[in-house]
């Protein structure tokens, strides 16, 4: 995947959310963002063999975690990239965010804030998973609202404080907002031109003209497709 390049890298059924063991994602302060009044729950999956290999932060939608991030996590493991699949609700009391009302509860500020502290955790897995991931090589994926979020982490607020780890973002699906505090990172944005949930492709094909060429936007778009 383009955004994913500069993570170079050596679908099965997706399992139940939190099977298994379910490692717990510190927060951290960020500024701008609300940390989570408790830990982070999260799936790291990774591809079979030694590794190491690069991570995607893999995040939910509005509704929260379900089967289509962990497809999203076999399909990345399949392309030889780790995953984390984080949970922002849960640790929040929340299960959905989805109506207007209960959007403010949890916003992709917020969210930005858990990337960062993910990042941070994931640095520290090196000795418990041996070499098979790469803390060095990070990037972050996410659909609808959590593909807004994936957007927002490439901000200049939230870019000078995860200390060089995210290395790219996806934003499947999730407007793209505040063109005039995007960053360096480079950012693909994808969606059907139907959607009306957010209008993401017309946010996004709006956001990357305001940033212009000299920054690494990829806008693709897809006509009849909601």
Do not use: K
């Amino acid at each position: 995947p383009p955004a994913l390049a500069g993570l170079p890298a050596p679908c099965t059924a997706a399992p139940p959310p939190y099977a298994g063991r379910v490692p717990q994602v510190p927060p951290v302060a960020v500024e701008g963002a609300r940390p989570a009044p408790a830990p982070l729950p999260a799936r790291l999956l990774l591809p079979p063999g030694p590794g190491p290999y690069p991570v995607v932060i893999v995040l939910h939608g509005c509704g929260g975690v379900g089967a289509n991030q962990f497809r999203w996590a076999r399909r990345l493991n399949d392309w030889g990239y780790g995953a984390l699949v984080l949970d922002s609700l849960t640790p929040r009391g929340e299960r959905s965010v989805c109506p207007a009302a209960l959007q403010p509860l949890v916003t992709r500020l917020d969210r930005a804030g858990d990337v960062i502290a993910a990042a941070r955790w994931l640095q520290t897995r090196p000795g418990a998973d041996g070499p098979r991931i790469d803390p060095a090589r990070i990037a972050v994926l996410g659909g609808s609202h959590g593909g807004a979020t994936a957007a927002t982490v490439a901000d200049r607020r939230f870019q000078a404080q995860e200390d060089g780890l995210i290395r790219a973002v996806v934003d499947y699906y999730g407007a793209c907002r505040d063109p005039d505090q995007h960053g360096t990172l480079p950012l693909l944005a994808m969606a059907g031109e139907d959607d009306t949930w957010s209008y993401p492709a017309r946010a996004c094909r709006r956001f990357a003209q305001a940033v212009g060429t000299a920054e690494d936007v990829t806008v693709r778009t897809w006509p009849g497709v909601g």
